[in-house]
């Protein structure tokens, strides 16, 4: 097995910080909610999806951060940042992210939207109807189910939930029983909404909405009767959600982890956010609370949990205001009434989601469930949601009497109980459930049948870039491949082979495979290419990816581009590979595509002096993809399907001038302005996959 290197050192100033790298996607995601070009309601969803992903952000990687600081870790990033250093960079610019949010929330979209009847009325503005309203709804909705907790010794600081909603209420005077704190803590059950509509009839415009903070912030007096409310202060803090399972001492991975999952509501707290009106005497309580510093705390002029406002567009009947609706098309090469086998038998059928239909995928396991040919199902399971309409399918596929084998990644960041309730309801029906090899996330999207036809047993096979999850496949952009390639199927079957049973890993004659082929082949690839222009020839990468993070790779990256490879880099998220710097990656172009559907297929192509390999692939070019997960990639051999590779999942992001941002050395973007006619590529793609 290809092995890390942990003892190889690379040159720091060729590399970019992974996490400052993120918070700069956050801005540009952050750019499409201040595009006047971007329907309005889709402006608050993208503004929703950057506090979302922020969350993430500091439950995930601040908490690492955090920790390293904790154990007093001096190990130096890549970068050559310290942990405290890079703290304090990711704390200047999360402040200076979430200050340029808020101030596009409530100065342009909250604004824009009242003009379009769209109303969050605030508390200070209530007409007299409005406050009688508000009053009983709040007596008869929400006060019955707050808990008020007076801070004193009987009554200790409560364990506050992660990311829950919370409000501090400064007090004076004495309760019925003489006790006078000060404190006190009301915390907001996650039943109640956060965003509650009016009737039309007492705003005057088609949609009135109030907060619960302000219902809240109005009210708070009846809960501490005759006491006076000196200040009532919403906070919210975010905790490590990242769980660790020792996977080589435990003996039931998944009785120990759903243990876990309970405790991740309460890790160590990694950021304080309070209301920008609360006492400095407040703040400093509650940071005394949860162990945290001024650094961690982030004071806001609004709600303190913008993603509650990502509900909004749904509730909001304004077809004018969201983007277009679009229907799916059926992929070329699957006719409507020809048996799915008989389809895939014939040719190769790519599939593009999501201009095209995620159905096929569906069709195809419903068609194994039903169809008494089929006599092993085999499927990798990373996410899939709590109410899969695949998971039924593999469900009624066992019932029916098939051998059906899931591999289920319990250790998905964030899906743990999901899957955790699908092993379960699996086993019920008699399938069998792995949870892939202790030590490395089964991150690969492979579906297996087998189909017995003339007395012959024949392979079909699904490999994707995305997941199984029909929700996900109507807004991530993702390529599957349908085929009955023998060579291939034999590929997928050995690696099925390896993630259920013990043994060898056995040569693949086409997949690469993480932990084993996967990185040294994409270097190989980058050094052929070297090669080929060292010897005058045209040296040509193209890669597209989530992420690219892995030295060795991108030292390869710029060994190439100084033997004079054309490179371009699509990577939508974050990249510590420095673009353009002489002497050192002058031919390297990196640029991050942002729109409407997240960017999520992952392809690496290789000129190969005119021979063009195309590979697809679940895996981006990060150290945990390459070196600890179970990843595949898979060539594209049909020269057709080749071609519509190239010219879909490539060619139109290469030349997009609306949605593109390039990448200088110094890890700023700068976004692609059309001087001449307009290019994005996702409406070009929606136009002629779909015709919308």
Excluded at 7 to 27: A, P, Y
Excluded at 223 to 238: A, D
Excluded at 366 to 381: L, N, Y
Excluded at 571 to 596: F, H, Q, T, W, Y
Aim: neutral net charge; proline residues 5%.
């Amino acid at each position: 097995m290809h092995k890390p290197h942990a003892d190889r050192h690379f040159s720091s100033d060729h590399f970019i910080n992974r996490e400052l790298s993120l918070l700069q996607f956050q801005r540009r995601v952050l750019a499409q909610a201040a595009d006047p070009a971007v329907p309005l309601l889709e402006r608050l969803r993208f503004l929703c999806i950057v506090s979302s992903n922020l969350d993430e952000f500091f439950e995930v990687r601040v908490a690492g951060v955090k920790e390293q600081q904790r154990l007093g870790s001096l190990a130096i990033t890549t970068d050559g940042l310290t942990p405290a250093a890079l703290h304090t960079l990711i704390s200047r610019e999360v402040h200076s992210i979430i200050s340029e949010q808020y101030s596009l929330l409530n100065d342009v979209i909250l604004p824009a939207m009242a003009a379009e009847g769209i109303v969050f009325l605030r508390r200070s503005a209530w007409t007299d109807a409005q406050h009688l309203w508000a009053r009983e709804y709040f007596l008869r909705e929400v006060m019955p189910v707050l808990t008020p907790i007076g801070l004193d010794p009987a009554h200790p600081f409560p364990r506050v939930l992660n990311k829950s909603l919370n409000f501090a209420v400064e007090l004076e005077g004495r309760d019925a029983f003489g006790r006078s704190s000060g404190a006190a803590i009301v915390q907001a059950p996650r039943a109640l909404p956060r965003v509650i509509r009016l009737p039309k009839e007492l705003t005057g415009v088609d949609y009135g909405f109030v907060f619960l903070s302000s219902l809240l912030h109005a009210h708070v007096g009846e809960l501490f009767e005759g006491m006076n409310v000196l200040g009532c202060y919403q906070f919210r803090v975010t905790r490590n959600s990242d769980m660790f399972v020792d996977e080589e001492e435990v003996k039931d991975l998944r009785a120990t982890l759903k243990g876990e999952l309970q405790q991740r509501h309460f890790g160590d707290a990694v950021r304080l956010e309070i209301a920008d009106n609360c006492s400095e005497a407040m703040e400093q309580f509650l940071r005394t609370q949860f162990g945290l510093g001024a650094d961690d705390v982030y004071r806001v002029p609004g709600m303190v949990n913008p993603v509650r406002l990502n509900q909004v567009p749904d509730w909001v009947e304004r077809p004018d205001l969201k983007y277009r609706p679009f229907r799916p098309a059926l992929s070329r090469g699957l006719e409507k009434n020809e048996n799915i086998f008989a389809s895939i038998h014939r040719q190769d059928i790519l599939l593009h989601h999501p201009f095209e239909s995620f159905e096929p995928v569906i069709d195809l396991l419903k068609a194994a469930a039903d169809d008494p040919d089929v006599v092993a199902v085999k499927m990798t399971v990373y996410r899939t949601g709590t109410d899969s309409v695949l998971m039924e399918h593999l469900v009624r596929a066992a019932q029916k009497g098939k051998e059906v084998t899931v591999v289920l990644e319990l250790m998905a960041r964030f899906d743990e109980e999901a899957n955790i309730s699908w092993a379960a309801r699996l086993e019920e029906v008699g399938a069998h459930v792995v949870y892939g090899v202790v030590g490395y996330k089964t991150h690969a999207k492979m579906l297996l049948l087998v189909r017995r036809e003339e007395g012959v047993l024949r392979r079909y096979a699904h490999l994707g870039t995305g997941n199984y999850h029909p929700r996900t496949t109507r807004f991530y952009t993702d390529f599957g491949l349908l085929t009955a390639n023998e060579e291939i199927g034999a590929d997928v079957a050995e690696v099925f082979k390896q993630l259920t049973g013990l043994g060898q890993a056995r040569q693949l004659k086409h997949l690469w495979q993480a932990p084993f082929t996967l990185q040294p082949n994409v270097v190989a690839g980058i050094r052929e290419e070297a090669e080929i222009a060292r010897a005058g020839r045209k040296g040509r990468i193209i890669v597209k990816v989530n992420a690219l993070l892995e030295p060795e790779t991108i030292e390869a990256l710029y060994e190439a581009s100084q033997a004079g490879v054309e490179i371009d880099v699509i990577a939508r998220s974050v990249c510590a590979l420095k673009p353009g710097v002489p002497g050192l990656s002058e031919n390297i172009k990196v640029r991050s595509i942002v729109g409407r559907f997240l960017e999520h297929h992952r392809i690496f192509y290789f000129g190969a002096d005119g021979a063009e390999k195309l590979y697809l692939s679940s895996a981006d070019w990060m150290e945990r993809n390459f070196f600890k997960r179970i990843e595949v990639g898979f060539p594209i051999l049909d020269p057709k399907v080749k071609r519509r590779v190239m010219k879909e999942g490539l060619r139109p992001y290469l030349g997009d001038n609306c949605q593109a941002w390039e990448m200088d050395s110094e890890n700023h973007y700068r976004r692609k302005n059309p001087r001449a006619a307009r290019h994005a590529a996702q409406e070009i793609l929606l136009k002629e996959l779909t015709g919308s």
